[in-house]
């Protein structure tokens, strides 16, 4: 029987992953700063820094995202998937692009729950999206073998990650293709949102809803890294973020700064700083009903 690691080993379609420029993060670091990070990595609970065009962005990651829910108790739930026989409907690189953010995303929450088999149909997609974007050949095989080998090892998975992601951006930005990189991120971020905000109505300890608060920040950093895109279907995108921007106004967040410490050797910054979060029953359903909405526009 396959099990998720040997899938990964020898599976190349985990680039797809790699794409989504996801940072290996440790479970016990906590909540986002919004001070500007330096360093080459810097470690949150489930978010990377990544510099667009000068610019960082705090984007959270799907894979700590999947590992949080099953944290939760949340029982597996198939029905949030984006189904796979909808990639015969993604034509254009604009639904290519975010697509291959859901699925991704889809692909970390069946493979947090074991759904092996579920999980290669999904990495068939991924496949598919990247020979579309053209994309295929921005990792190398060795990168896998070395998931593979290292698959529970956060610390060498951090730093392979941390290659993989370096590798895709630069390839990203020599060919002209950040704005593709910036849908990527919207879809994966679109797709790990809809599972937290769906299942935080059934989590009793309020650790999903809290999670989905914690992402107002992140709201306003996706506008502004669509921003740079001016596509007429990224303006449609860019006025949905807005609305949804809108609603996480009511999310209540205070801050406290705390001073990083920098792992000068590992090239690490790991924020200290924490942030207390209040969201009502009422302003999480209205998130859910907003991102239900585009989830919706960009998978139909």
């Known amino acids: 029987m396959l099990t998720i690691k040997s899938i990964i080993k020898h599976?190349?379609?985990?680039?797809?992953?790699?794409?989504?420029f996801?940072?290996?993060?440790?479970?016990?670091?906590?909540?986002?700063?919004?001070?500007?990070i330096e360093g080459e990595n810097a470690i949150n609970n489930g978010s990377s820094i990544m510099n667009f065009d000068g610019q960082l962005f705090s984007i959270p990651s799907p894979i700590q995202t999947a590992h949080l829910i099953k944290a939760s108790g949340s029982e597996y739930n198939s029905n949030l998937l984006n189904s796979i026989d909808n990639i015969n409907k993604y034509n254009s690189t604009y639904k290519q692009a975010l697509n291959l953010g859901i699925y991704g995303a889809d692909f970390a929450y069946a493979s947090y729950y074991e759904q092996d088999q579920t999980s290669i149909q999904y990495m068939k997609n991924l496949k598919k999206l990247l020979d579309a974007l053209?994309?295929?050949?921005?990792?190398?095989?060795?990168?896998?073998?070395?998931?593979?080998?290292?698959?529970?090892?956060?610390?060498?998975?951090?730093?392979i990650s941390s290659t993989m992601f370096r590798t895709a951006d630069n390839y990203l930005k020599s060919s002209d293709q950040s704005?593709?990189?910036?849908?990527?991120?919207?879809?994966?971020?679109?797709?790990?949102?809809?599972?937290?905000?769906?299942?935080?109505?059934?989590?009793?300890?309020?650790?999903l809803a809290k999670r989905v608060g914690e992402q107002k920040l992140t709201v306003s950093n996706i506008v502004i890294l669509l921003s740079k895109n001016t596509?007429?279907?990224?303006?449609?995108?860019?006025?949905?973020?807005?609305?949804?921007?809108?609603?996480?106004?009511?999310?209540?967040?205070?801050?406290?700064?705390?001073?990083?410490?920098?792992?000068?050797?590992k090239k690490q910054t790991i924020i200290k700083s924490t942030t207390q979060v209040n969201v009502s029953d009422e302003v999480l359903e209205e998130i859910l009903v907003k991102i239900t909405s585009i989830r919706t526009l960009i998978t139909g």
């Open 22 to 36: 996801v940072q290996c993060t440790s479970e016990n670091d906590t909540i986002k700063s919004e001070d500007p």
């Open 231 to 265: 596509d007429e279907e990224v303006k449609s995108l860019i006025k949905e973020f807005n609305e949804l921007e809108s609603i996480f106004e009511k999310v209540e967040l205070s801050y406290q700064y705390a001073r990083p410490e920098t792992d000068p050797v």
């Open 11 to 20: 599976s190349f379609l985990i680039i797809g992953l790699g794409l989504f």
């Open 179 to 207: 704005n593709v990189a910036g849908l990527i991120l919207a879809g994966g971020f679109i797709e790990s949102l809809y599972f937290s905000s769906n299942l935080a109505k059934m989590d009793a300890s309020k650790e």
């Open 134 to 159: 053209d994309l295929s050949s921005v990792v190398d095989e060795d990168f896998v073998e070395r998931i593979g080998e290292n698959i529970n090892n956060k610390d060498s998975l951090m730093a």
